[in-house]
């Protein structure tokens, strides 16, 4: 019987194995990653909403289980995903718990964020719930876990550190691993707060690298952040970022003089192929071969 995906999260987490997570939006990404050789992957609300063009803050819980499932159903390491802040209260959240598990997921993060989220938030405005009703929710959370699969891992998030400071966002954290909270994910600001907060927090902590911000977030290498303290770390923009700077460049190249030139003939080709491999298709040929294939030439 192949091993639950929610078990392999739970050993590399025992094993003290760092998770560092590309954020990814579709199932042969979830599969270039995996080839790749890193330990676990990640579907992120940024990532989600930009890729679907609904942007996070509209984004729904069945778009999102839909996506992970797709990505957890093809992949063989483990996905943790981006609950926001568990579509609703805490009813609503034990619920959003059960789905991710049924979809295949590992694990995932749920914050202190208002609940429909605002477009604002974009822009560096928080809108937080009460430290309260934020630990309710991962109690509740927690709740469903224990009742479905309890490998399932729980990241408790917070936002606060930009408006209210590293030790309210540590606070936070801390009050969620009284309820039951595997993991810890807050937002330092600055070198310092990025270094207090693992020491701080009785869980341990995931990293967020959001490439791209307008706000002076540090970035870090993996060894920094391991470092530091940190077991994980996700790469929130590295792929969609990427992925649109090099298929504008190429496009509008293509465009305008009809030629591509940043790749040659046989790395067009070499592309291609590693798709076809990662997507399986010679098994495909293989299963033809042996059957329909087969029985026409014996017609």
């Known amino acids: 019987m192949q091993q639950k995906q929610t078990t392999k999260l739970r ?3 025992r094993s003290k ?49 839909r996506l992970a499932e797709d990505v957890a159903s093809k992949i063989n390491i483990p996905l943790i995903v981006d609950a926001g802040a568990g579509w609703g209260d ?31 938030y974009h822009t560096y405005v928080v809108h937080g719930i009460p430290t309260e009703e934020f630990v309710e929710k991962i109690e509740y959370a927690v709740k469903a876990r224990d009742a479905a699969d309890p490998d399932f891992v729980i990241i408790a998030r917070s936002d606060t550190c930009r408006a209210m400071g590293l030790e309210e966002a540590v606070s936070r954290v801390n009050a969620a691993a009284d309820v039951g909270a595997d993991l810890g994910l807050l937002f330092p600001r600055n070198q310092k707060d990025a270094e207090e907060a693992p020491r701080k927090c009785r869980l341990p902590l995931v990293y967020v690298q959001s490439r791209g911000n307008r706000d002076g977030r540090p970035i ?39 030629k591509v030139s940043d790749l040659s003939q046989a790395e067009w080709v070499a592309a291609r192929q590693e798709i076809e491999d990662l997507i399986d298709l010679n098994e495909h040929y293989e299963i033809e071969r042996a059957t329909v294939e087969a029985r026409q030439a014996k017609a």
Do not use: W
């Open 11 to 13: 050993e590399l987490l």
């Open 17 to 65: 194995t760092f998770l560092h997570m590309p954020a990814v939006y579709d199932a042969l990404t979830g599969r270039l990653v995996q080839s790749l050789g890193y330990e676990a992957t990640y579907v992120g609300g940024y990532v989600t909403g930009g890729a679907s063009t609904v942007t996070e803050p509209q984004l729904t819980m069945t778009e999102q289980v």
């Open 90 to 120: 805490p009813l609503h959240t034990m619920r959003t718990v059960r789905e991710f598990i049924r979809a295949g997921v590992a694990g995932v993060h749920i914050e202190d964020a208002l609940y429909p989220k605002r477009a604002h």
């Open 220 to 258: 870090y290498t993996k060894k920094e952040l391991q470092e530091m303290g940190y077991v994980a770390c996700i790469e929130a923009q590295v792929v969609i970022c990427s992925n649109f700077h090099y298929q504008k460049k190429l496009l509008g190249e293509l465009r305008e003089t009809g």
